[in-house]
């Protein structure tokens, strides 16, 4: 693996083509594609094991899960849109995913010590099975099963990423691949929502990671020397595609992430300049799609829920208000909640505003009323781990958070762009290739600031 950087203009633009033609699979191409592109992939992984895996997560990376218009219906894609045995070929690289993780330990690997978050994210999980299935969960299958996905989509991503990124080298030009990826997937939105599609452009979950990417390259602004114009063209690209495609979820995130960065590296005499930066990306947005602008600006001014403005902020608090109220019937589950495969219901409070034909929840959840999964972590921990549950992560993670400013220096400072993302991470989550990546991306963390550059690769193949 080359020592030098792969963060500059010749590479994104090799990136940028190759992400156009991933995208031009997905709007204009058909399944066979799709499946022939994974199944060379899995295929690849028997060749070589680590090539072939970190082909598959970039993959999976490259490939959205949205489409930029939701009433697209032609839409080929490894994470919707293409079903093999009624299974995405998501949860099937998924699968496959776990059994080559556990060829490659059975090498007898020497794995990193892994960071004490991992066991914070295991005792939720082990407490959400065990109270779900002791009440008698279980009997709602399916919804069971996808609240273990939540935790086993994490686990896999990060028991991958530090099986194949314990090498210093690789794991770094790893994370700048996975950089120019994402930049070249931000310039893709800037470029149709201009140019080509003057609604409302939506962009794929991965942008609840914006802020790993931003950050990174913050970081690189900071500490190092070169590349620094490709540097901010990058982190100009990633800000101007979060308000063309805007939501309120990734603006959250974003800026709560910035900003714990610019605390925790002591950097925060610069959040003028950076305030400044995105100022101007907002002149630009206006006068390059007016409709984009005045959509962001009503998000930014619609936090506040209203069953007028503010609806999705109002399902929210309607979720949480009846979850409270769920739980007061017993302190152990205030305190644990009710498990996985619990649900609430809206006897108590009910939502001011028909939810039936939105795409809050699934239909025969609204007709049954039963709600199995509130919107985002936050309050789905609430429902299935109780409010001890929610104090126990959200501690731990703002421990982690401010022990952090003290404790990475020189070669793991690069550290603290991951622990400024860690509480935005948690907080919004919606889909399995958020919950893959949040693993890869932590899994990566752990080998940075586990004896970053001592332990030498023994992958299999």
């Not at 033609?21 to 994974?38: C, L």
């Not at 999976?60 to 009624?86: E, M, Q, W």
């Not at 929502?193 to 970081?219: E, M, Q, R």
């Not at 993670?397 to 990475?408: M, N, R, V």
Request: net charge positive.
């Amino acid at each position: 693996m080359n020592k030098e950087s792969i963060l500059n203009s010749k590479n994104f633009i090799i990136v940028f083509v190759a992400y156009l033609f991933i995208s031009s699979i997905q709007y204009f191409g058909n399944e066979f594609i799709v499946i022939a592109i994974s199944a060379c992939s899995l295929l690849l992984c028997l060749l070589n094991f680590r090539l072939g895996v970190t082909l598959l997560i970039l993959l999976l990376f490259a490939f959205d899960d949205l489409p930029y218009n939701l009433k697209n219906d032609t839409f080929y894609s490894i994470h919707r849109g293409v079903v093999i045995g009624g299974q995405t070929i998501t949860k099937l690289i998924s699968i496959a995913l776990i059994f080559l993780g556990i060829y490659a330990y059975s090498k007898k690997q020497v794995l990193p010590k892994t960071h004490s978050l991992i066991y914070v994210v295991l005792t939720l999980f082990v407490i959400g099975f065990l109270r779900g299935a002791l009440i008698g969960n279980l009997t709602y299958v399916s919804e069971f099963i996808n609240d273990c996905r939540f935790y086993l989509n994490f686990f896999i991503g990060f028991f991958i990423s530090i099986l194949l990124f314990k090498e210093n080298q690789y794991r770094t030009t790893f994370f700048e691949l996975l950089s120019l990826i994402f930049i070249a997937k931000s310039l893709t939105i800037i470029v149709v929502n201009i140019f080509f599609y003057k609604g409302n452009v939506v962009s794929d979950t991965t942008f609840y990671f914006s802020g790993f990417f931003a950050l990174f390259l913050l970081h690189k602004v900071f500490y190092e020397k070169k590349r620094k114009k490709f540097l901010i063209f990058g982190i100009s690209m990633i800000i101007l595609s979060l308000g063309l495609a805007a939501s309120r979820g990734k603006l959250l995130v974003f800026f709560i992430a910035l900003v714990s960065f610019l605390l925790i590296s002591k950097k925060i005499k610069y959040l003028p300049h950076i305030l400044l930066g995105i100022c101007v990306v907002g002149i630009i947005i206006y006068y390059s799609n007016p409709y984009s602008f005045h959509y962001l600006k009503w998000k930014l001014t619609s936090f506040i829920p209203d069953k007028t403005k503010g609806r999705s902020s109002m399902v929210r608090f309607i979720e949480i208000k009846n979850i409270l109220q769920y739980s007061k019937t017993s302190i152990s589950d205030f305190l644990f909640g009710k498990g996985f495969g619990s649900y609430f219901t809206t006897q108590k409070h009910q939502f001011p505003f028909e939810i039936e034909g939105t795409s809050s929840y699934p239909i025969h959840w609204i007709r049954k009323d039963k709600f199995f999964k509130p919107h985002g972590p936050f309050i789905t921990m609430l429902l299935k781990n109780g409010i001890g549950g929610v104090i126990f992560l959200y501690t731990s993670l703002t421990g982690y958070l401010i022990t952090s400013a003290f404790k990475y220096k020189k070669e793991t400072k690069i550290g603290l762009v991951f622990m400024a993302c860690l509480i935005p991470t948690f907080l919004i989550s919606y889909s399995a290739k958020q919950n893959l990546f949040a693993g890869v991306l932590f899994g990566l963390f752990n080998c940075y600031v586990q004896n970053p550059s001592r332990i030498k690769p023994n992958v299999a193949g």
